[in-house]
């Protein structure tokens, strides 16, 4: 689909050797205007050691050609998702070995096709591996003009649009979630945005904390799902709790965390005289895309003055979505959220938000005085703006513009479209695994995008209804999904995850949200698994 | 100097309009082959929404040479280094507003041009106000073969070529530290690099921190300078640690740590019975540039077991240069040293690096069981390879290529040449205004490339000798600064930041590391500042 692009370029590549010469002759060009080329001419400031400008202007332009082509070709169907080489081959195969000198232009392009040619295609319609993937056009462009500016995002003397950009970005999610009021960053990435929203509910809950400390303040315990992200319990020993005091909440058999747990575990530990300061609920699970009660969990933070974040990094852009939006009933409830970007709306990586309902939160748990960045007396603006003071980070990379320009594209209802064309794939999988006999979900409806089942070898299908109780089975079919994934990845043909979850032996989980995925390519994904599975 | 590819593009814009008719008839250029050609036509695999193929073949097209035309067009001297206005007017000057529905790609290509024509040019070489600058076309490159391939670097399933390329950095960095083994990753920012290195030193003393938290463990103290960064108290206080346990240590008059005021605080606090476990060295303070004494300072945390951390953020680059890395010495002795590439190497925002001496710190202090993503029964390849378990985050952006490339382009000596070339210009910097009445160092003598100063108007040069012990006079003179500063972001003919510190009243802080940047820059730079402030 980038074929006009690609033809251009190729065209222009061949016809135009010697295009400085071309100008000057003027065969067939029209004319750069004199003022213009005067105007480049005069930009000599300086030569870049080790080569001439010329000849960096050459590879500079080769390698976008490289990458735009590279990466937008890689979205072909017929072409692998991956070539797989194990590290010890891999690093033969590629020369990445830093020396003293440099290296020619030639050299580095050779680079470049490798790094092509060996990296994992995650734009390509076939990489279902991760909750992230698609390359969209619009991010991308956002991306490009970022770097090309390239500038941290903590005052307005030195990123005023972004900050601006950014700002218009965070308010309009905030309304997309139902905040009256409130504030908000970007961040590296959802582990990151929950930290944040953990070191704001502590805050909050203990104002003094920065002067005290935790070892003089009362033990102080959170509570999360047993299928909560991961992060909860790194970032809690990162803050210096103790892992006990990350409590896991049971789920029921869909995913979601009992909110009659919650409370239990919340009185048993008052109880004790523990602290209870944060509640995390989430909006699309890890693995089974599982919506929590948001509405109950609510309830229950009021009742006991609890801290409640909203884990929504994969699931909270249903919200974009009329259809789909009731998944996040009660979300606008909750004191912080983590939405990232860079999963199902596409926006390219990274791209995390962390939003609150408590406009002076960030601030005020975050700023210190800081007079060689932020300086007070400044006369040219309104400081307010030199928003670094809000976070935990100093210099901050722009997260805003690639999501801005995606957004601005798209507008509201192209992305709640591409919202619902991924939903609408998961539909349609789960709905095809129902019919094969081969397949089963391990969710009876899947409410995200993640579709996760079993593939069972025909072999096996006898003890497909009893299988639950049978540990010799079970471990037979733990073995299933790793020797399929194996095959898969050195056909390269696509790419899935799996895993175990509980007493659940490793089962697969599709992930969809790339906007180019059609129901063939649920069809060819459930075709593969039989072929590649058949014998085992 | 990026005239060629400039000058290509617009050629090439103005004589090919309608260039696939050309290639279909022929008329000048030469033959796309007829496969590649063919290949091209079936790259139709979905629509993207709202637009249709070729006009997102054009806009991306159109971008991309916008941003490559502005990224280094905004190098020329004669073009602002910004275009200063308030908030409130920028936001009334550009369209930033999101809705319901999408933009045109014209609308868009609006958008992007009043971007890059209201952004700072951080690549301008007369951008002086951070501790980053430039824009490095081979770190650029990097940058967008990083975006097109939009993948996570946390396993070696998704992320094949970045791990081994990291792997290839990291040990190449440990050898120009001098680590006879270690490890290493990158981090979002120093600020989170140096989070690491206390978490490291934290989980080094304590190691059974994560069971225990800090509620069940002694009183735990940290040491930095008085010119440490303030990333440490910021890190502190998220780390559970009460502010009066960040001690800060007094420096000397050229701005280096006192070991022996280090050594006595160290005794005082554990008479106290408090544990030390992290001293914070610098290598290149953020205002003065003063790097501490490293050897000093190691022999004093070898003594007391402390872990040793240098936040060589700024001035770990030295290390580049056999003429400079004596700044350095005794740095190796660190048990983890941050190390900013995207500051005096040049590299892209942001690109901050995490290495440690002890070879198992990482893994042991940030690894935990998630079978989702960290699958144990992998048949394909080591699973030592997913270095995600070494992170405190789970997604992590890709900082190797943008690092790779620029390195391998340039080879150490490449580098050295252009750090020297920083070192240069801010000595010959300092010689110039130690000649100008109307000027005067804050250091004698700076060590780094930041160069701190006053610029003292006609009417005050009397005072100049006795100014230290009056505060009237110091009062005035600290409004000289900020009104430079002013109509020096009004001018937008360059860009410096001031600060005061402790005693000293508002001055300048020249930071110089673009390699762009000559002597007749520096030159500018007083004379600017004369014509600007010869009235105050």
Known sequence: MYSSFIVNSLAIKMATNGIKHSISNGNGFAEV????????????????????????????KEVVELALMEGFKSQERDDPVVRFEKPDELSNKMDLELGDGGESHEKLLECCKDIFKYSVKTG????????????????????????????????????????LMEKVLLEHMMKIIGYEKGDGTFCPGGSYSNLMGMHLGRCRKFPDIKEKGLRRLPRMVLFTSEHGHYSVKKNAALMGLPTDDVIKVKCDDRGKMCPK????????????????????????????????????????CKKYQIWMHVDAAWGGSALMSEKYKHLCKGM???????????????????????????PEILRKCNSIHVPYLFQTDKTTYDTSYDIGTKIIQCGRKVDSLKLWM??????????????????DNAEYLAREIKKRPGFRLVLSEPECTNVCFWYIPPRMRDGITTWTSEDGYKRDLSKVAPI???????????????QPLGDKPNFFRMVVMNEKVEHNDMDFVLDEIERLGADL
């Open 332 to 358: 606008h409830r909750a004191d912080s959220i983590t939405w990232n970007q860079h999963k199902m709306m596409m926006a390219p990586l990274q791209c995390s938000s962390l939003l609150t309902r408590h």
């Open 124 to 163: 390509h319609p076939r990489f279902f591996n991760q909750l992230y993937g698609g390359l969209d056009p619009y991010g991308f462009a956002g991306q490009v003009i970022t770097d090309v500016l390239n500038t941290s995002i903590y005052t307005y003397e030195v990123a005023p649009v972004f900050i």
């Open 261 to 300: 747990s919650l409370e239990e575990q919340i009185l048993m530990l008052k109880g004790e005289g523990a602290v209870p300061f944060f509640v995390n609920a989430t909006a699309g699970t890890t693995v089974l895309g599982a919506y929590d009660r948001f509405e109950e969990i609510a309830d229950i």
């Open 33 to 60: 205007p004199a003022t213009k080329l005067r105007k480049i001419e005069n930009g000599k400031n300086g030569t870049l050691l080790g080569s001439t400008p010329d000849s960096i202007d050459n590879f500079l």
């Open 406 to 423: 995606l957004w601005k594209a798209k507008g509201n209802t192209g992305i709640a479209k591409q919202v619902e064309k991924a939903f």
């Open 484 to 498: 399929i994934k194996e095959r898969m990845v050195e056909r390269g043909s696509m790419l899935i995850g799996y």
